[in-house]
């Protein structure tokens, strides 16, 4: 799954990306692709949208902030503001950090969540994916998982490699701190038709356009970083 999201993000001859105006000073770049016959993901046409900002808080501050369940509901619009819970969760290593996890979303009754967190000292992501309820039993149940296709969203976090100024928030919050801030880019997939031959509409671009500002938003106000 984030193997999937980090080749949406990449860019090619083949997959280019367009900058689309943005109320809200966000720099937003959106690319299309026609999936014909990969059965990892949804086939038709799918629109996916990025941008990059850099924020004042240590690169493992904001990875915290992102996978923590209960802080989900101040940046997460999907979520409508409901409760996030984990139901399952699947260590990647000894660390217990790395990990792969479903949660449940009251707004979202028919569906599960699958996350999965990465981190290490060069880079951070957290990837989300949402499933069908029914789909995710029989794959708990031991049913083969090859041809579930998902379409992951999510964030890759880098620090920026800077000396910052003390104002850099760290998870010692009494304490002078002079770690790095970080790059945070946010990516959003979503499946705009279900037919392959389909031109993107202005309502999808006007869509992922308010998707990534309210996110980016809430996650600064959730950070106390506004003015950034």
Known sequence: ???????????????????????????????????????????????????????????????????????????DIMSNGGPVQSIANLAKGQDGVNTVSIHTMKSKDSMWMVQDSCTNAYESMVVCARVAVTTMQSILAGCDSSSVSLLPSGFSILPDGIESRPSVITSKADKQSWENGSLLTVGFQILTSDTPTSELSMESMESVNTLISSTLQNIKRGLQCEDQ
């Not at 083949?14 to 990892?40: E, Q």
């Not at 949208?49 to 209960?70: K, Q």
Request: glycine share 6%; hydrophobic share 40%.
């Open 1 to 75: 799954m984030t193997w999937s999201f980090g080749r949406a993000l990449g860019a090619s001859s083949y997959h280019t990306w367009k900058k689309i105006p943005s109320k809200t000073g966000y720099d937003i770049r959106v690319a299309s692709r026609m999936n014909l016959n990969d059965p990892g993901e949804p086939l038709g046409a799918i629109l996916c949208a990025v941008s990059s900002i850099w924020l004042p808080v240590s690169h493992t501050v904001l990875f915290d902030f992102l996978r923590d369940d209960n802080q989900r509901n101040e940046w």
